[in-house]
């Protein structure tokens, strides 16, 4: 049991010290531009993480209209891309 516990140890130690990337997100909700992520990315995020689907509870979704161009400016702007769906529960 200890010999399992010491290699799982170690597992993640190797694993946690050869993926030493750190990205930096920020979400996006609505159009942006390619100079705007352009100079988003000049100050280091690496990301966009942008809504693309919207669900209220007990209603239907919807596709957020800009979320193709906003994704096409992020990576004209060297940019990468998440989405992500918002769910929207009640209080």
């Given at each position: 049991m200890i010999k399992s516990l010491l290699l799982l140890v170690l597992l993640i130690l190797f694993f946690n010290q050869s993926s030493a990337y750190y990205y930096k997100f920020f979400n996006i909700v609505g159009p942006l531009s390619t100079s705007a992520f352009?100079?988003?990315?000049?100050?280091?995020?690496?990301?966009a993480n942008i809504r693309a689907y919207t669900l209220d509870y007990g209603q239907p979704g919807s596709l957020d209209p800009n979320v193709l161009d906003t994704m096409q400016n992020a990576g004209l702007a060297g940019v990468g891309t998440s989405v992500y769906m918002e769910i929207n529960l009640p209080q």
């Open positions: 352009g100079c988003i990315e000049q100050l280091g995020h690496t990301n």
